[in-house]
């Protein structure tokens, strides 16, 4: 049985549109982007184009010239674009080996609210609020438009967009890029006053053609969703078992790391990036001989004093030997002797003592980390609540009808392949859907490890169809007994 969050949040969002259409885009209209100075640094190619393919009942937008920092699926033939159908915009990508359209799923999740993470928007703009016609006209690359000002609303900040609109133009994407709108015509300028500003260049015919299966993408995507939900959870509920140890690891049996040859790194506050990297080349010279003694171990304060006595007598000779060499100038080796005076100063005053509390810290730590474990797994192993004879099962959801589970089915029985066209045709019709969701949940079971199996859900989905064939083995014609009966028997 796949699991029971998947199936009722795909059941929630999938739309009576469903399975895979081509469509055929006639025309492409191509609009250049205005990059202003202050973002040109961060693109190569300031020719950037935005294309709109447009058929009678979807647009396909793509871009050009642009390489977005997004694209981490590892094919070279994908590029982020987005498809607008049904007043439903997608973000996609497109593969031009295949011609079809995949939705773009998050990579990671961050606890966002689950708003955030939707197989869809419902406006190109933003969020809509409203449209006001600004009763002025323009002419832009030939083509005269009307122009209006959309008000969106993001929390409290509240962002205007101007848009330019050919309304006698017989090419209709407007109705597209803002379904809320209420106008058609040919789109010839968004200006929202910053980067996202685009003006018409030119139009052409087009032969593209595309595939998108909506309810098989959505599905795909909510059960993406719900599992970064998981590894998010989990790593979170594993950060409370880390802490805990991390805990432990600072009930320190001294000081150690409060020494300044331990911590040399914290002095090298200069703004100059040159003097802190020959400080601290200079300054690991003490580290070094300090953790030669297995991690300050022995005779801590012996190593302590040789380390200290070595790196100091040598450091001034070091800055000479920099400035002879033309490494560092004369104001730099002069900041250099500055930050040093002020850390040998520390470092001779800093004692090596012995934590008093680190018996009962590192009792406390060791606590903190075997409550946080029993936490985890009294949150894992929850109590067992009896739901199988109200669980409904007139719609069967199993994992072995999953595509990305094939060759898990290796390892489940030959029966399972298929399995819905080996089912008998029985008089009574809710007998064959019990048979099916009997025998799949038992193959589901096969397949396990294949992460797409709800355990306890399989098997309060088998406990409910064999009661409900049991309460109706006595009311079954003679015909469906025998057919069950060999049915069963012919499976290995």
């Not at 934590?355 to 946080?372: G, K, R, T």
């Amino acid at each position: 049985m796949r699991n029971l969050f998947y199936s009722l949040i795909a059941l929630c969002s999938l739309t009576a549109f469903g399975q895979e259409k081509t469509y055929t885009f006639d025309k492409k209209v191509s609009y250049k982007i205005s990059v202003p100075d202050e973002y040109s640094a961060y693109f190569t190619n300031k020719d950037i184009y935005f294309f709109n393919y447009i058929s009678k009942d979807a647009l396909l937008g793509t871009f050009s010239g642009v390489t977005s920092y997004y694209t981490s699926t590892g094919n070279t033939f994908n590029q982020e674009s987005f498809f607008i159908q049904n007043n439903r915009v997608f973000n996609v990508y497109t593969n031009s080996l295949e011609n079809r359209l995949s939705i773009k799923v998050p990579t990671y999740y961050e606890g966002v609210e689950d708003k955030d993470l939707q197989p869809y928007d419902d406006n190109f703009i933003g969020d809509f609020s409203s449209i006001n016609n600004l009763n002025s006209t323009q002419t832009i690359n030939g083509y005269t438009c009307n122009e209006f000002e959309i008000i969106s609303k993001k929390e409290v900040e509240e962002t205007k967009t101007k848009i330019c609109v050919d309304q006698k133009n017989q090419i209709n994407n407007i109705v597209f890029l803002v379904p809320k709108a209420n106008l058609k015509g040919l789109l010839i300028r968004l200006d929202d006053g910053n980067f996202n500003g685009f003006t018409i260049n030119e139009i052409s015919n087009s032969s593209a053609k595309i595939s998108f299966d909506d309810k098989k993408e959505i599905e795909k995507f909510n059960v993406e969703i719900v599992k970064s939900k998981e590894e998010y959870q989990q790593l979170y509920a594993n950060a409370a078992v880390d802490s805990a140890a991390i805990a432990s690891e600072y009930a320190m049996s001294d000081n150690r790391y409060d020494d300044p040859l331990i911590g040399y790194y914290s002095y090298a506050t200069s703004e100059n990036e040159n003097v802190n990297s020959v400080f601290n080349t200079i300054a690991s010279l003490g580290y070094g001989i300090v953790q030669k003694d297995d991690d300050y171990d022995g005779n801590p304060d012996y190593e302590r004093t040789k380390a200290l006595k070595t790196v100091e007598g040598s450091t001034k000779q070091i800055i000479k030997q920099y400035k002879k060499n033309g490494l560092v100038n004369s104001s730099e080796a002069k900041e250099l002797n500055k930050l040093f005076k002020k850390f040998y100063e520390d470092a001779n005053d800093f004692k090596l003592v012995s934590n008093p509390d680190y018996e009962d810290a590192a009792v406390a730590a060791d606590s903190a980390y075997a409550e946080a474990v029993d936490a985890l797994d009294a949150e894992a192993y929850e109590p067992y609540t009896s739901t199988y004879k109200t669980d409904d099962i007139s719609v069967v959801s199993l994992a072995i009808e999953n595509p990305d589970v094939k060759e898990y089915l290796k390892v489940a029985p030959k029966h399972c392949t298929d399995l819905k066209t080996k089912i008998p045709t029985f008089s009574d019709k809710d007998l064959g859907n019990l048979v099916y969701n009997y025998v799949g949940q038992t193959c589901d079971l096969y397949i396990y490890e294949s992460g797409s199996v709800s355990l306890s859900g399989t098997i309060n989905a088998l406990r409910k169809s064999v009661l409900e064939i049991n309460n109706k083995s006595d009311k079954l014609t003679k015909d469906d007994k025998e057919k069950l009966t060999t049915f069963l028997n012919s499976l290995d």
